[in-house]
């Protein structure tokens, strides 16, 4: 390929990577609080679609982001109602909800398939887009990807250095003892569900008005939820490191097209698939990874220790459980 | 722990007992929240509702040809989930069906495509059937393994294996299978006739899928009430510790209820291959596997309501082709039904609950 520029590549990872990232910080912060919402893959479709519609209809941007967040708090309110409040499985009530709101936008978005309609334009940095390299890679882009780099520092600043922040953890980990301490867990974790829905809403949005615009059967923002869902645990509940696993996976999407062209004789279809076993692997790695045998080995290997010790991590404890006053 | 108060003692939810009048107010209650979402979106896409839900009706019982269609919907759906309340019953989440039943349609296309222009049509379409579930089962035991070897959640194995095993159809069609001359998303070449799933032609049913549903619903309930394995599973699924402590393996009895989920999730996507479609397509599965998890979530993990419920499903799924043709309306409308009707569902019996229990609470 003689049209190959890591640059030009660069700036595409991070373009790529913006819903993605938005949508696994979102969650990230929700499964902190201890609930987990499965219904991301529909609700970023759903989101999407409204926010294309009514940025369409009103010709007006930000009414659809405004819309497309107020959308995914909306089915994320729902998953932590059915769970603190009617006390039913978040798992069950989650999938329901995914399935259930691809097809509601699918539904309700059919007329508007393969429609022209707004989209954000792009908003140089003034100054700090004139860096060599840097300013192309990183400050050429439009709102919503700055929006979500900011949001890396912002998720894990206030998750780990904020007096807010640490309630959020400690309910995530141990609600009976927060409660214990003043913090009533019910209202904490329908917060945080809102917040996180909020962002997974701006993902949606993010698609149909930035990444892919428009909207259509299949939009192409299919099977982003159940990733970032896998970067949440890739991530190890960090929002830092689940942001890794995001450009990570950007850039495999990415390299998948130039992948084609450089070996054509590997199918596309072994490409498109490639992330989901890998995710699998590493999964799998850092489950074996944690066993004593393997710490014992890895007791004198400096560098595989380093490796372990950034890759392993633990889930908030009550994640999914239900909290319960008695 | 005690989760509500009924007649003054301590019970957890699963021992709340309900009166028939008690069924009949929440199922009525819930008809009418889905009815009147339903409605509402309609409403929101600027379609008639009552001429919406007539059609559905009509292309799905409306005629023995749609009604046709209706029960080669129901069979894999039957199919899948009963293999679903085998994993239901031992607490795990088996979202992999999907997959599994891809990989049965593969396994079965692989077999049937030795069977082309041999003298012994039958003893092919009889061997792919048993491709079917040995391929079903080997993709459940892979997500099995991952969960018990391997420490991955079973929903992130599943979904996973899902996209592999969409992906392979894919590859598939467009490679090493594709139809001579030019390959497409219509999928693999037909099969001859003779390898077709044989059917009563004055019916237009298969005999033979039909059995295979009633058996794998007259062997479910059989296998989960009668045997030592239904009560292994069930008494893992509602207790792992307890049972690891009363000896019980409760890795084994999680790849037995896997290896079961996916013969029989496998054993659909034969149907599909050699009932429905004749081929292999991109979108053999047709969703089935996901939607047979919500039917036996509304079916409250019955094995003997799921096929009513499957039913009901199929009739929705069916009937919906219509919506295009005659209201220039998505046939998604359907899932949206469904979903609606299984969280309603579990919003008003819950919120019953609660409502009869308020106070009494300690």
Redesign the interface.
Known sequence: MSDFHVTILLASVIAAAAPILLATLGETITEKSGIINLSLDGTILLSAMCAFVIALKTDNILLGFVAASLVGALVAGMVAFFSIYLKQSQVAVGFVLTLMTRDLAYFIGSPYSRMPGPQVGPMPVPFLSEIPFFGDVLFRHNLPVYFSMVMIGVAWWYVYKTRLGLRLRSVGENPEASYARGINPNRVQMVYALCGGLLVGLAGATFSLCIKPGWGQPQGAEGTGWIALALVIFGGWNPVKAALGAYLFAFLQVMSIYFQGWLPSIPAQVFQVAPFPLMIFILVIMFFAQRESFVRWAKDKPVVRAVIRALSSAAPSSLGRRYSEE | ???YVQNGQRIS?GQYTETVGDYIREGVLTLVVVLAFTTF?LF??GAPPLDAYYHIFKGSLGSWGKFTHVIKAWIPLTLCSCGLLYTFRIGL?N?GVEGQVVMGAIFTTYALRFGIATPFPLVFLALSFAAGIAGGALWALLAGF?KTK????E???G???N??A???V??LI??PWKRPGVASMSGTEIFPTDLWLPYISSLRISPIGLACALGALILTAAMLRYTRVGLYLKAIGNNPNSAYLLGLKPNRYMLIAMICAGGFAGLAGSMQVAGVYHRLIPSISSNYG??S??VV?LANFNVWIAPLVAFFFACLNVGSIQLPMML???S?????I???L??AT??VH??RI?QKTRGAR?
């Open positions: 722990m005690a989760d939810a979106v929101i896409a989440w979202i991952l391997g420490g991955v959640h929903i992130f194995a979904l996973g294996l996209f592999v969409q992906g392979t894919l590859w467009f490679g996901y939607l998890l919500l979530m220039q309306l998505d998604s409308l359907s899932g949206v469904q979903g609606t299984v969280l579990l919003a819950a919120w609660r300690p």
